[in-house]
């Protein structure tokens, strides 16, 4: 019997599908391309703009329409958030909602006719704390790197987000369960690891456990010589946490941290936890702890959000004039996106699409200069690349620690191997 898999939105809907896909194959199935005729199609949905939204309703009409008597599931957040709708759509088997994940493999191999022998998909249960509602995952497939879920739902609820809808509440899993699956992640040969989560510095919740002390133990594991945190609340990165870090670990100089708006009365009204006060000093913080001449200098991500109801022009512009001031790496520009449900939906003072497409191309061309001013100002200083192991026309690419794309000449040799580097 064979299988595919679609997987729309972030990283974590990445680890959930890959963790599927171990326990199908674990089961006999054969995993195929999407666009072949499959026995089963597995979409994992994604639910964070009304344009994924649409997407996901699309894909589940494609694949239909590939192969009219597939067996047809659907997960992920649009699954959660839009059950009922979704179960119309004609084709649709079965739907699983963020608290279902747990039973995904095992139904749908009996949906199948497939009595699965008992294969034991997340590691052992006996961890404490493992609370049935966390669905451990991790990705593989890829040489490098792998993401590692650690975390999952928020209680948050920033007014114009819907992902504690879709995800729940914060929850996590037990630290001795993250590392067994990081040791099972370097017994496949990967070395780089990254932490997910919808809001991982909010990790342990349910178990009692620290971020902290997660950190800690991850860096312990044999195998794994570089991880990276994917994104991480700005008041929840402590400055512990950073001296942690700055003492010599296997956390590398790169944060990606949600500032999503640079005007402090907007950031009050969309109910973030911080001003810009305390987001310029975190940065300031975490530079003074990790640079110093030689060094690489951090990589700072940071999501912004343009268009929120209320940002007017003079909003948008001391926006734009706080990220200068503090001058990450890279900004991931998104479009402000009406949720049904949300406060923010329903706020008087929306703004116009015309004007948010204006702010989001201001906003990438400030990143693409803050980008080049990054690496120029690490021109010459010695690095470690983990390259990949694609040969694209007789180059290799990689990664430094502080996330510099590099390329050199093909060498198989170096696949999947840390190589030191003047940049
Ligand atoms: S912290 Fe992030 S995931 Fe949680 S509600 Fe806010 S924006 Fe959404």
């Known amino acids: 019997m064979t299988i595919a898999f ?21 089961a006999g199935l ?9 026995d089963i199609y597995l979409i994992n949905t994604c639910s964070v703009t009304a344009t994924s939204d649409a997407k996901s309703r699309n894909l589940i009409r494609k694949v239909h329409r590939i ?12 699954a959660e958030l839009r059950k009922n709708e979704i179960e119309k759509i004609e084709g649709v088997t079965a739907v699983f909602g963020c608290y279902e994940k747990q039973r995904v493999v095992s139904e749908t ?37 792998s993401f590692l879920k650690v975390q999952d739902g928020c209680n948050n609820y920033c007014k114009y987000c819907t992902v504690p809808f879709a995800r729940g ?3 996590n899993v037990p630290i001795c369960e993250c ?13 780089e690891i990254v932490l997910t989560g919808v809001n991982t510095g909010d990790f342990g919740r349910t178990t009692g456990e ?3 002390d997660l950190l800690k133990a991850l860096n312990g594991v044999q195998g794994i010589e570089r991880y990276r945190i994917s994104s991480i609340e700005p008041n929840l990165i402590t400055d512990e946490i950073i001296d942690w870090i700055a003492s010599g670990t296997k956390f590398q100089p790169h944060f990606h941290i949600p500032l999503q708006t640079g005007c402090d009365s907007q950031l009050e009204r969309m109910g973030r936890h911080y001003d810009t006060a305390f987001f310029a000093a975190k940065l300031d913080y975490i530079r003074k702890a990790m640079e110093g001449p030689g ?15 209320g940002e007017t022009d003079e909003k948008f512009r001391q926006t734009k004039e706080f990220i200068e001031s503090v001058r990450p790496a890279f900004i991931h520009v998104f479009p402000y996106s009406r949720r049904p449900g949300t406060p923010a939906n329903d706020m008087p003072d929306q703004i116009g699409e015309e004007v948010k497409k204006q702010r989001v191309a201001a906003l990438e061309e400030l990143c693409a200069r803050l980008s080049a001013e990054f690496r120029e100002a690490n021109k010459g200083v010695a690095e470690r690349v983990l390259f990949e192991s694609t040969n694209r026309k007789g180059t290799m690419e990689g990664y430094t620690g502080n996330y510099i794309r590099v390329e050199r000449p093909y060498d198989p040799e170096l696949v999947n191997q840390l190589v030191d580097v003047t940049l």
């Open 109 to 145: 191999l009996s949906l199948a006719g497939i009595s699965p022998e008992p294969v034991p998909e997340t590691p052992s249960a006996n961890c404490p704390g493992f609370a049935d509602s966390v669905f451990a995952a991790y990705s593989t497939g890829e040489r490098t790197r």
């Open 6 to 26: 679609l997987t729309l939105g972030c990283k974590l809907n990445y680890a959930e599908t890959s963790t599927y896909e171990r326990g199908f194959k674990a």
């Open 295 to 309: 060094k690489p200098k951090v990589f700072f991500g940071i999501d912004v959000m343009v268009g929120l109801p």
């Open 67 to 78: 192969n009219p008597s597939a067996i047809i599931i659907v997960t992920g957040c649009s």
């Open 169 to 171: 509440e914060s929850r």
């Open 30 to 38: 054969q995993v195929v391309p999407w666009s072949a005729k499959a």
């Open 179 to 191: 590392v067994k699956m990081a040791e099972a992640i370097a017994a496949e040969g990967v070395k």
């Open 210 to 212: 620290s971020f902290l």
